[in-house]
């Protein structure tokens, strides 16, 4: 009766493992592309792309101009905000409702804007 009992727990042991294989896998497979990014930057243009723009929720505050960003910086930001790492409900439902390849496109499609003060 033993046996049965072992034999179960390295099958769910081996399957965990396996499980947590394909989801690194799956991570590592994601290629931003930014020419997919036009048609997922609807909510950003709304507050990131006006020069002086000021946010009134959660509190009052000066929205980042976040063309010329690091593509990793935008990357790593959005994925804060998804997690709650990063303070901001606005930013944190708008980043909830992005996929993991959203986030990589939009962030390098970011990056390959010219900053707003030209530099």
Do not use: W
Not at 30 to 50: D, M, Y
Not at 86 to 91: T, V, Y
Request: with cysteine.
């Amino acid at each position: 009766m033993k046996k049965p009992l072992a034999v179960a727990v390295r099958t769910a042991v081996l399957a965990t493992a396996l499980a947590s294989l394909a989801g690194a896998a799956g991570a590592a497979d994601i290629v931003a592309n930014p020419k997919a990014a036009p048609n997922k930057i609807e909510q950003c243009i709304g507050c990131h792309g006006i020069p002086g723009y000021k946010a009134a929720f959660p509190e009052v505050f000066q929205v980042p101009m976040i063309g010329g960003q690091s593509a990793r910086y935008i990357e790593a930001a959005l994925q804060a905000y998804k997690k709650g790492d990063r303070k901001n409900l606005s930013m944190r439902g708008i980043a909830a409702s992005l996929s993991d390849q959203d986030i990589a496109d939009i962030a390098a499609y970011y990056a390959q804007q010219a900053p707003a003060d030209g530099k």
